[in-house]
């Protein structure tokens, strides 16, 4: 699914990370730009402030996908 990383998009990024941090574990948002140079970002309950940095980061025309990441 293709989806445009507006305000809806990162409220649900949001959300996911309150509902899936329930559990003690991570999210990983990777970031895909510039010739299929890509970044990851690690996303856990106490850095939800990140997600507003992240996005005033990202590239032009960014690919964005949210992984589970590895269980403690």
Known sequence: MT???DDDF???V??????EL?????????ETH???ATRWHR??????????????????RALLALWAGPHP
């Open 3 to 5: 989806q445009a990383a």
């Open 22 to 30: 329930a559990a003690p574990r991570i999210l990983l948002l990777e």
């Open 43 to 60: 996303l856990t309950e106490n850095n939800l402030d990140i997600i507003r940095i992240i996005r005033a980061a990202l590239g032009p």
């Open 14 to 19: 949001r959300e996911r990370v309150r509902t």
């Open 34 to 36: 510039f010739r299929n």
């Open 10 to 12: 990162w409220e649900r």
